[in-house]
């Protein structure tokens, strides 16, 4: 039941953009995003909850598409800052509610 | 808001010895707390689910005798690592639920524990 997440690696020059997508075979419950330093613990950036939902900022936004098996996170003009693993974590609709993780994609922006 | 602390941050032990680690959430009370465990450029694996005044929930695999887990209270949740083995060195994290099931978890910094 582990969401598969891609691409599981990306490097990007700091401006660009990248995608980093999570999909699920079982509508979900809800989606969360989380951005893993090395060393450090998750961080919390977003929940996506309903079906066709978009939300976040200009830098970094999320979708969760209608019938809620895939989240895409969006980082636009990347920033040195954003090198990192992200996670998604799934929630499906008939579990006890536990967050479910993907593997990981690992960001890495170079000046 | 929102901040789960977690202590300690790093240590280091004999093995056999049992270690105990912390884990608080300081500005809201959250009845439920997750156990993870997280190896070297993987992702995070459930140990347990922690709910306040009651038994924790275990993952499959992980043995709740080896990893005792106390939730005293609606901030509060500890993990007890006993008999300590150097297979057990792993970074743990713990997470605080914020609002209802399957809403936001928010972790804590981790603990880098290092059994000899």
């Known amino acids: 039941q582990q969401p598969v997440q891609s691409p599981q690696a990306v490097i990007l020059r700091e401006g660009e953009d990248a995608v980093i997508n999570c999909s699920s075979s079982k509508a979900l419950y809800s989606v969360h995003w989380y951005r893993q330093k090395h060393g450090e613990a998750p961080v919390f950036l977003m929940i996506?909850?309903?079906g066709g939902e978009q939300k976040g900022h200009e830098k970094i936004s999320a979708s969760f598409n209608e019938k809620k098996q895939q989240s895409s996170l969006y980082l636009t003009a990347s920033q040195l800052s954003y090198s990192g693993t992200y996670f998604c974590g799934t929630v499906f609709m008939d579990s006890n509610y536990q967050l479910i993780w993907g593997a990981g994609t690992k960001l890495i922006i170079k000046p | 808001g929102a901040v789960v602390s977690q202590h300690p941050s790093r240590v280091i032990c004999k093995s056999g010895t049992s270690v105990k680690i912390e884990c608080r959430s300081l500005d809201f009370q959250a009845t439920t707390m997750f156990w993870y465990r997280q190896f070297p450029k993987k992702s995070l694996m459930l140990m347990a689910t922690s709910n306040e005044g009651s038994k924790a929930t275990y993952e499959q695999g992980v043995e709740k005798d080896k990893f005792l887990i106390n939730h005293a209270s609606l901030t509060l949740s500890t993990l007890t690592v006993t008999s300590a083995h150097p297979e057990d060195s792993s970074f743990y994290i713990c997470?605080?639920?914020?609002?209802?099931?399957?809403?936001?978890?928010?972790f804590g910094p981790g603990t880098r524990l290092l059994v000899l």
């Open positions: 997470s605080a639920q914020l609002g209802g099931v399957g809403e936001t978890q928010y």
């Open positions: 996506l909850l309903k």
